[in-house]
């Protein structure tokens, strides 16, 4: 299975520009995908294919990579955005990273 | 709107089967893959099992594999996960989830459904 990595929490302060890193143990081309997920709701997907906003997703999300190394970027950070960020490879199988924690300063 | 609901969770011993269903609306349900994710309490999210838009082809990681099986009815626009020999390590909540091919992501989730399998 491809293990993916991310950094397990991050505190920020509204109005801060955050990154939140994913590493593939393999090459997964571009095929990594960013989701949100709030307390007590669902999964929402923000990027699809490293890169690409999902549909009604506001453009200070955004995400940059290939191969085995991605960010995920929110500029500028809003309180609401205070939340789980899981990424997603789906070129070898699917598998998730174990989620970063983003939390308020 | 698109719009999936999970239905069928409950408490279950373990070695006892369940089987999950999901009702979508608000697109073409047989133009799409569906997908089953679930997420153990406090834990993060783990790919149960895709189903094509025919249903003739399935996919599973090993951790379920031979245990759980999806299929789909497009005319009732339902996803179904059944799930035999349960075991402890399965209690999570489930998810149906939209998937996209090419490039394969969930672009659509249901608010979940809780299963816990304990004696």
């Known amino acids: 299975d491809t293990v993916l990595t991310q950094s397990p929490a991050l505190a920020v302060s509204p109005g801060e520009r955050v990154t939140i890193s994913c590493r593939a143990s393999?090459?997964?081309?571009?095929?990594m995908h960013w989701y949100q997920q709030k307390p007590g709701q669902q999964p929402k997907l923000l990027i699809y294919?490293?890169?690409n906003l999902a549909s009604g997703v506001p453009a200070r999300f955004s995400g940059s990579g290939s191969g085995t190394d991605f960010t995920f970027t929110i500029d500028p950070v809003e309180a609401d955005d205070i939340a789980t960020y899981y990424c997603?490879?789906?070129?070898?199988?699917?598998?998730f990273g174990a989620g970063t924690k983003l939390e308020l300063k | 709107e698109v719009q999936l609901v999970e239905s069928g969770g409950g408490l279950v011993q373990p070695g006892r089967s369940l089987k999950l269903s999901c009702a979508a609306s608000?697109?073409?349900?047989?133009?799409?893959?569906m997908a089953w994710v679930r997420q153990a309490p406090k834990k993060g999210l783990e790919w149960v099992a895709t189903i094509s838009t025919s249903g003739s082809r399935t996919y599973y990681p090993d951790s379920v594999k031979g245990r759980f099986t999806i299929s789909r009815d497009n005319a009732k626009s339902s996803l179904y996960l059944q799930m035999n020999s349960l075991k402890s390590e399965d209690t999570a909540t489930y998810y149906c989830a939209r998937h996209v091919r090419y490039p394969d992501y969930f672009d659509y989730w249901g608010q979940g459904v809780m299963v816990t399998v304990s004696s």
């Open positions: 608000g697109f073409t349900f047989s133009n799409y893959y």
């Open positions: 997603h490879q789906s070129w070898n199988s699917d598998t």
């Open positions: 294919k490293a890169s």
């Open positions: 393999e090459s997964v081309s571009t095929l």
